[in-house]
């Protein structure tokens, strides 16, 4: 959510950042007629209290019984006044809330313009693909073929866009998971937490989930509960309506959950396999960090979701993203990496700044210092990594000619020393 005063103050600065977005600026005139009519709504509320306030002391002492009761009749109509713009100001709330919570954040100067995804730049590209001696099979006839991955089941008892894991492909994911959690919590300082799998509709406001977002959504009929589309949600929302002490930023958590994700998805090269599916596992960073720092602390949390790329000797290559492409964020980069099978570079993290826009929805701050005003934190997510992508680029860039898949060093111990699937 946008600061109002930010609005208010400098309605061309945010028109302009609308713009880059490819936004309507005219979104910008709105909100200040809406701002404009609750606040004159209020005023006229205000008044007419104070009027009824200082009339009910002149009715106590009145000594005419027949002044006093025409007095009385009048502080009656006075009320359903009163009532009357109580209503139209509670209309006038509701619609500007409403407004505010789908005007978008707003880039950074520094974000590349564009108009689609095609106008990601490629900051870098690291690591070599391998030159295979025979033609590379996609990850799907491979994991048939070695009776890890179960299409036919994972279709017949949830339907399309599901699939199982076996034996070795379960374990494989399952050590994924393990080392990455390992990883970070070791050697990049996160603490790991547990969230539940489910959250209410406000955490999913929290983090802009909704309203724009909502069709997306696995909602649980009969309850205020939804699926969570990214652990994203439920860890942001661990410090909702909370005021920090500075002392406890920045605060670093990680955790490992399934997602899902009911997005509308289209037939051709991505139909077959695990690429795009309703249910997925991820393991997710989130940042709570001062406002000074949280382009540094951007940097940091990429270079945290880059080590694992590159512990997997995969190659794989770093997008900053444009304006098109940022989502809620103020600044956003991918990692993707490449996938011999399927020929394409495989998005397997976002990792994303988003300013004061979500901590400002969820109202948490922080305390600067003893005694301070209290001010918006900001947060920030990426993936550490996202799978089944991962899974996917493992399979098809570790491929051998006899159909086997050799497993990465890196996740051999987790794996009980096993170094080939076969």
């Not at 033609?135 to 006839?141: F, M, S, V």
């Amino acid at each position: 959510m946008l600061d109002i005063k930010l609005i208010r103050d400098q309605p061309d600065v945010v028109r302009a950042g609308f713009a880059r977005r490819g936004e309507d600026p005219a979104l910008v005139d709105q909100v200040l007629r809406l701002d404009e009519r609750r606040r004159e709504l209020l005023r006229e509320v205000e008044a007419l209290k104070a009027t009824r306030n200082l009339v009910s002391k002149e009715i106590s002492k009145m000594k005419d019984a027949a002044a006093r009761e025409a007095k009385i009749a009048e502080m009656r109509a006075l009320g359903d006044q009163i009532g009357e713009f109580d209503r139209q100001a509670a209309a006038a709330d509701a619609e500007f809330d409403a407004l505010m919570l789908v005007l978008p954040n707003l880039p950074d100067q520094r974000v590349p313009v564009g108009t689609s995804e095609h106008d990601n730049i490629v900051v870098r590209t690291e690591g070599t693909p391998r030159a295979f001696d025979f033609t590379p099979k996609p990850h799907w006839e491979l994991g048939e073929a070695l009776d890890i991955i179960d299409f036919e089941r994972g279709i017949k008892i949830s339907g399309s866009r599901f699939f199982v894991l076996k034996g070795a492909g379960a374990r494989l994911q399952r050590a994924l998971v393990g080392w990455m959690l390992d990883t970070h919590t070791t050697k990049h300082g996160y603490t790991e937490v547990l969230p539940p799998y489910v959250v209410k509709a406000d955490a999913l406001v929290g983090t802009g989930n909704l309203p724009k977002f909502g069709e997306n959504l696995f909602r649980i009929e009969g309850h205020d509960l939804t699926l969570i589309p990214t652990a994203e949600v439920p860890v942001t929302n661990l410090y909702r309506e909370e005021i920090l002490d500075a002392g406890q930023l920045p605060i670093y958590h990680v955790a490992y959950t399934p997602c899902w994700r009911n997005e509308q998805m289209s037939g051709g090269r991505d139909v077959r396999g695990i690429k795009r599916v309703y249910q997925f596992d991820k393991v997710e960073m989130v940042k709570f960090v001062e406002p000074a720092h949280s382009y540094a602390e951007l940097l940091t949390l990429i270079d945290n979701a880059e080590q694992i790329c590159k512990a997997l000797a995969i190659p794989y290559r770093l997008l900053e993203l444009c304006t098109a492409d940022l989502g809620t964020a103020v600044m956003k980069y991918d990692l993707e990496l490449w996938a011999p099978g399927v020929d394409e570079w495989l998005e397997v993290s976002s990792c994303a700044n988003f300013g004061d826009y979500q901590a400002r929805r969820a109202n948490i701050r922080y305390r600067p210092e003893h005694g301070a005003k209290p001010e918006f934190v900001h947060t920030l997510n990426g993936s550490g990594l996202a799978l089944p992508r991962v899974m996917i680029a493992i399979i098809e860039n570790y491929q051998q000619a006899d159909g086997s898949i050799v497993v990465p060093e890196v996740l051999r111990g987790y794996m009980g020393g096993v170094d080939v699937i076969r």
